[in-house]
């Protein structure tokens, strides 16, 4: 895009200009040799070179307008050739703001010359047409941003000017204004810094950083006056700030040496050196002041203070009584008298007198505090309490301090007290809900849940939907819970099971760790009932959790009911994989084969056989290595001439153990009644081998064995 800018058509004459002001001050040669320097660039086109060379004139004499308005014209040529030729927009657009900036922001009023309206004019349409090509948001913030950019990179000319179309927004304004002016200062213009951080103070009057700017700004103009107004707001909003100090003292001194009979400056200066922490020199420049003038009562508190500071207190009650003795009711001697004495250790004397500050001046906020402090220091808390309980039923602030009196002995963890402050405030003033809080709090503090509980209780009735409380009272019954859970657990370690019972016992509603309690110490008793009834409880609670059907399984085996033991084994190991479930288990397993085992030879010996047979099945499913499961079976088969079925088992049975040799016998009948003669006569003689008890299956066999032989050969 190629847009012709007019800037360069409307120059302002420089003949014109140097007409109006010549002023070069102290440093005309170099100031003219930078001028002409600046000139002989510009008219030569070497714009950059003139913009360099008028500044370094302006940096001599800043109120010098031939530099200035030559340094404005450099700005606008350069500006529209970076526009027209180079098409450099953006850098167009800083000569144009820094162009603006000489002509509008850097002279005063009476600096002005003419044809400046129509220049500004001109180049702010040249700079808004600029800032339209390259997209430029112009909205506060980015100005804001731009011109802190321009700052950094030293453009602060082109920043100064961002700054000002910043401070156009309400919410800027203040800082915008007092960056401009720390630019101005940076260019070497005092008095237009002092005008734009009086504008930048205006709008933000609490900023002390910036009064005191302002005032090391006037202080350098030589205005001082106005400086001593700002460098005294300041130290009043400050902490003998010492810099401040300084300021006023150089002020002062160069004041009184004009006017040394001045009992005023004497009077400040001692108040500084007093400040400052010289108090023999504060009490010379106060003497001299009180010899100009006898009159001046504020000299005399000032003497009295600064016996105060050095703990000279019969010295500073002098000074204050030779004050009270010609106006006794001044609120200031009375006052700072008060305060002496209750350094001193005289309490009773220093009410009196803040009470008499008080009848002068009800709301003396100083009187009001002091008074409570030492109602506070001579007081026990029962007695503080009560004074501000009769009090503060007519007297608002007096509920306030009554409450924060509560709060301070419940930081101080004089938890007692606090709570008898609270309950004070409480009956004055039942709509706070802090205080039911805190007090809750207090107590819980103790350990006396009982009585937190209640309070909380009565919150909720007139609070219900209050969160703070509704928290306070799940936090108190945590704590509660920890607690008891604690003492329970001290108790068991101590061996007094009863007692633990009874405190787990006591929470309501039950969690799994008092469950848990529970169990343990009902198991420590023996009562495997109890504790599998509160690990059941606690089950119910955490269904997940792996450990408790082990606990569960763990103490049936212990009572030898097998089946509920293994019942909760397995899921406790179908849980867990690698829960030590698995190591009880084997032995239940063993336990519940065992058991069934005896069932089924029970059944066995009553001849009922098909419930026996189920029996050995069930063995033989879980352990298929039980040689008796086998041996029961077997003789089942016998009994319902499953003969070889029945074979089977006996061998089996021979496999899994060696001590019933009588299997051989019952192998040998069976193979003899199927008429396998041979099988028959292997399993006799293995009978008789191993069978030493001359019964008639011996006999028997033997005569069996006989017979087979016979037949065989």
């Not at 941003?145 to 179309?165: D, H, Q, W």
């Not at 703070?468 to 920890?482: C, F, G, L």
Request: with cysteine; proline share 2%; aromatic share 12%.
């Amino acid at each position: 895009m190629n847009k012709k800018f007019t800037g360069v058509l409307c120059i302002l004459g420089l003949s014109a200009v140097l007409s109006v002001s010549s002023v070069y001050g102290d440093g005309t040669a170099a100031f003219i040799q930078h001028y002409e320097a600046g000139q002989s660039f510009y008219d030569q086109n070497q714009f950059s070179s003139a913009i360099v060379e008028f500044r370094k004139a302006l940096r001599i004499n800043y109120l010098d307008n031939s530099a200035r308005i030559g340094l404005v014209n450099s700005y606008l040529s350069r500006a529209t050739y970076y526009a027209n030729q180079e098409n450099n927009y953006d850098k167009a657009a800083n000569d144009f703001r820094s162009a603006i900036f000489y002509l509008k922001m850097y002279p005063t009023k009476e600096q002005m010359v003419q044809n400046s309206s129509s220049m500004i004019a001109s180049s702010v349409e040249n700079l808004n047409q600029c800032l339209k090509v390259i997209g430029f948001d112009t909205s506060a913030t980015s100005r804001y941003s731009k011109a802190e950019e321009l700052r950094t990179t030293g453009n602060f000319s082109a920043a100064a000017y961002e700054f000002s179309k910043a401070g156009e927004n309400s919410n800027l304004a203040s800082k915008a204004n007092a960056q401009i002016a720390d630019l101005m200062k940076l260019l070497g213009n005092e008095p237009r810094s002092a005008d734009y951080y009086k504008i930048a103070l205006d709008l933000n009057m609490t900023d002390s950083a910036m009064r005191m700017k302002y005032a090391r700004t006037l202080d350098k103009l030589g205005n001082y006056d106005e400086a001593l107004a700002q460098y005294n707001s300041v130290l009043a909003n400050s902490k003998g700030d010492m810099e401040v100090l300084y300021a006023l003292e150089r002020i002062y001194l160069k004041k009184l040496a004009q006017t040394p009979s001045d009992a005023e400056l004497n009077a400040n200066i001692g108040a500084i050196k007093q400040a400052q922490g010289d108090f023999e020199s504060a009490l010379n420049y106060y003497g001299k002041a009180e010899q100009l003038n006898p009159d001046n009562i504020t000299t005399r508190l000032n003497v009295g203070t600064l016996y105060q500071q050095k703990k000279e207190y019969s010295k500073a009650i002098k000074s204050y009584d030779s004050v009270l003795t010609l106006y006794p009711n001044n609120i200031q001697a009375n006052l700072y008298k008060a305060q002496a004495l209750s350094e001193m250790g005289d309490k009773a004397n220093s009410l009196k007198l803040y009470e008499k500050v008080l009848s002068i001046d009800p709301n003396n906020a100083v009187a009001k505090n002091e008074v409570m402090a030492v109602m506070q220091s001579t007081l026990s808390p029962e007695e503080y309490i009560a004074y501000l309980s009769k009090n503060a039923v007519t007297n608002k602030s007096m509920q306030e301090t009554l409450y924060n009196f509560a709060y301070k002995l419940h930081k101080d963890n004089k938890l007692n007290d606090a709570i008898m402050a609270y309950r004070a405030y409480i009956n004055i003033n039942p709509n706070n809900a802090d205080a039911y809080v805190n007090m809750a709090i207090c107590y819980a503090s103790l350990n006396d849940y009982g009585n937190a509980q209640n309070v909380l209780n009565n919150a909720k009735m007139k609070f219900p939907n209050n969160a703070v409380i509704a928290k306070t009272v799940q936090d108190v019954k945590s704590d509660m819970t920890s607690d008891v859970l604690a003492r329970a657990s001290s108790s068991y370690d101590k061996k007094d099971y009863k007692k633990a019972i009874e405190l787990y016992s006591s929470i309501n509603p039950p969690t799994e760790a008092s469950l848990f309690g529970l169990a343990v110490s009902y198991q420590a008793l023996g009562n495997y009932d109890k504790a599998i009834e509160s690990y059941k409880k606690a089950e119910i609670i955490s269904p997940k959790n792996a450990e408790i059907p082990y606990y569960i399984g763990y103490l049936y085996s212990e009572q030898q009911k097998w089946n509920d033991a293994e019942r909760y084994l397995k899921k406790a190991i179908s849980m867990n994989p690698n829960s030590e479930a698995k190591n009880i288990m084997q032995y239940v397993s063993q336990n519940l084969s065992a058991n069934e085992l005896s069932e089924g030879i029970s059944l066995f010996e009553k001849k009922q056989f098909d419930l026996s047979l189920q029996k050995f099945n069930n063995i033989l499913k879980q352990e298929p290595n039980n040689a008796y499961a086998y041996y029961y079976r077997a003789m089942i088969y016998d009994e319902q001439k499953k003969i070889q079925f029945a074979i089977n088992d006996y061998l089996n049975t021979l496999k899994y153990t060696k001590e019933l040799p009588v299997v051989n016998y019952m192998i040998a009948v069976d193979y003899d009644s199927l008429e396998k003669y041979q099988e028959a006569l292997k399993y006799y003689r293995e009978f008789v081998s191993l069978y030493s008890t001359n019964d008639e299956f011996l006999q028997y066999a033997k005569s069996r064995i006989q017979e087979l032989s016979q037949y065989a050969s």
